[in-house]
């Protein structure tokens, strides 16, 4: 549950549009990488200056992708948000990592939050992206570096597809098309694990699965918070009027959105498959368990007679038949097993062992 509620609180009793960074460092520094590119050229270049990022400000005749890598820095957030004119509640959402997925329409862009997910070690984590959408131009806002958008750079770069003839609008769609992707990525992994988790099941269940079990479910949970939202954030690009979204781009949005329903739709079954495996788990316990106790009785069922017959020979009255016979405990050892061959036998015939 930690990980739904940590440093909520360090916002508790802020004004609206302060800027407090909600969440884990994950970056030394805050990075900022410029592509702009048009049908004709691209260029990529890092910026090391507020100054640099001044002149990017206005119209231009190329398409802007500005990537800010960190987000602990809110004077540089705070800076930016200036320059490009963010409303302070943008930036304040910026820097607060907890948001859900969401999107927002204010004057002169678009701002939609969206989650980037990793799968690690059997552990899910999450990084919140930001996209601010304007004329000609996208800022999008990360928590650390490294992202799965290399694809959507390469595309721009060698001119593959419609994405170098297009605007922001299509750049936002590129990069929720590959953060949808990704979902995909880890879903097959995690599938991959359940169905190893059944087969360990099947053969051999242990304490270990169990807590596995319960460990997949608190990932399923959380993969689902991550996720769900999403659903509504790119139903509201596919269907807004802003006028920074053409209608042609939200046709794409809207294959987005099918896939996202489609990726609820995975989690919800995993979720099924989980408790499925969790019955399984009790079912096996209890199969070995009726096992052991079948067996356990089948022997105490054999030794039932075989008591019998040595509790009634081993009674102390002086006149008992058999007593002073030379070949009467041989005797008594063969009518006892003699017994437990025939209980054997008729057990084996009925396919009780």
Request: charged letters at 25%; a negative charge; one cysteine or more.
């Amino acid at each position: 549950m930690p990980r739904f509620l940590k440093y909520i609180s360090k916002k508790t009793g802020a004004a609206p549009g302060t800027l407090i960074h909600v969440g884990e460092k994950k970056a030394d520094q805050t990075t900022i990488d410029l592509i702009e590119y048009n049908a004709e050229s691209t260029a990529r270049r890092s910026i090391s200056s507020i100054s640099e990022l001044q002149s990017l400000a206005g119209r231009s005749d190329v398409i802007r992708w500005i990537d800010i890598d960190g987000l602990h820095d809110t004077t540089l957030i705070e800076s930016i948000g200036r320059i490009f004119n963010i409303h302070p509640l943008t930036l304040e959402d910026i820097v607060n990592t907890g948001h859900r997925p969401k999107v927002e329409i204010f004057e002169g862009y678009v701002y939609a939050i969206i989650k980037m997910l990793r799968y690690h070690g059997g552990v899910i984590s999450s990084e919140q992206v930001s996209l601010v959408i304007s004329d000609r131009l996208l800022i999008s806002f990360q928590e650390q570096p490294g992202d799965v958008f290399h694809p959507v750079r390469q595309r721009i770069h060698n001119a593959m597809g419609r994405i170098r003839n297009s605007g922001s609008d299509y750049l936002a769609y590129a990069l929720l098309d590959t953060v949808v992707d990704n979902y995909y990525q880890i879903l097959e992994s995690f599938g991959e694990e359940l169905e190893t988790l059944e087969e360990a099941l099947l053969e051999n269940p242990e304490r270990e699965s169990l807590e596995r079990i319960h460990q997949l479910k608190r990932e399923t949970v959380y993969l689902r918070k991550q996720i769900w939202p999403l659903r509504e954030t790119i139903g509201g690009l596919s269907h807004d009027d802003s006028p920074l979204i053409t209608d042609q781009t939200r046709l794409f949005f809207r294959d987005v959105h099918d896939h996202t329903v489609q990726v609820i739709e995975i989690i919800e079954s995993y979720r099924d498959i989980l408790t499925g495996l969790l019955d399984l788990y009790m079912s096996s316990v209890g199969n070995r368990m009726n096992e052991v106790m079948k067996v356990l009785t089948i022997i105490a069922t054999i030794f039932i007679p075989v008591t019998f017959v040595a509790g009634v020979y081993g009674m102390n009255f002086k006149f008992m038949p058999e007593l002073d016979w030379r070949w009467g405990y041989a005797g008594a050892w063969g009518v006892m097993a003699c017994i437990a061959a025939v209980m054997i036998f008729y057990f084996k015939r009925k396919n009780w062992w």
